[in-house]
T-cell receptor
Framework: DQQVKQNSPSLSVQEGRISILNCDYT??????FLWYKKYPAEGPTFLIS?????DKNEDGRFTVFLNKSAKHLSLHIVPSQPGDSAVYFC??????????????FGQGTTLQVKP | DAGITQSPRYKITETGRQVTLMCHQT?????MFWYRQDLGHGLRLIYY???????DKGEVPDGYVVSRSKTENFPLTLESATRSQTSVYFC??????????FGSGTRLTVV
């Protein structure tokens, strides 16, 4: 059973507009969430993270929002740029007493930003 | 150079053959991981290791074997390759309480 789900396989937005990527999770033990970005023929690279004690984390054009009651997080990119075109993976882990160090990933969302 | 490297980058093998994918990291990170990336499934965890000589199964371990005799190396072996194991494989390492760093991947085709 998929514990982390990204239900939108793809998203297309215009340059300068906001991109919103969504992610849902089912495991209530997850307490640390991350977004990774992946270009073709490269490994995923870390983008931004958020701990379950927060509901928002911002880093430049990227903001992650966490709604624990809904088990939902989202990544906002404002403004979107053509270089942001990539596959975005949501990931979650248990960092507390049961920390195994492993991340569980979603299926990924392919973002295309049109000039 | 410091980092995490995977080899080979590309591999074609026949059904039933044994294949080993290599992963090497220079940071002495405790944790190392193997993922496979498939369309519609994202990145799925195959095996992981918390330290040398400590390994554990992930979400999709069947058909794979790992070992970790040294902290810096974490090879993944397909004992008898099947077509369903055609995928892109990513190795990652992690320092405790920090994020992952991924290798560039190995594209494996089983014919």
């Amino acid at each position: 059973d998929q514990q982390v789900k990204q239900n939108s396989p793809s998203l297309s937005v215009q340059e300068g507009r906001i991109s919103i990527l969504n992610c849902d999770y089912t495991n209530s033990m997850f307490d640390y969430f991350l977004w990774y970005k992946k270009y073709p023929a490269e490994g995923p690279t870390f983008l931004i993270s958020i701990s379950s004690i927060k509901d928002k984390n911002e880093d430049g054009r990227f903001t992650v929002f966490l709604n624990k009651s809904a088990k939902h997080l989202s990544l906002h990119i404002v403004p979107s740029q053509p270089g942001d075109s990539a596959v975005y993976f949501c990931a979650a882990s248990e960092e507390g007493s049961s920390n195994t160090g492993k991340l569980i990933f979603g299926q990924g969302t392919t973002l295309q930003v049109k000039p | 150079d410091a980092g995490i490297t995977q080899s080979p980058r590309y591999k074609i093998t026949e059904t039933g053959r044994q294949v080993t994918l290599m992963c090497h990291q220079t940071w002495s990170h405790s944790y190392m991981f193997w993922y496979r990336q498939d369309l519609g499934h994202g990145l799925r965890l195959i095996y992981y290791s918390a330290a040398a000589d400590i390994t554990d199964k992930g979400e999709v371990p069947d058909g794979y074997v790992v070992s970790r005799s040294k902290t810096e190396n974490f090879p993944l072996t397909l004992e008898s390759a099947t077509r369903s194991q055609t995928s892109v494989y990513f190795c990652a390492s992690r320092k405790a309480n920090y994020g992952y760093t991924f290798g560039s991947g190995t594209r494996l085709t089983v014919v």
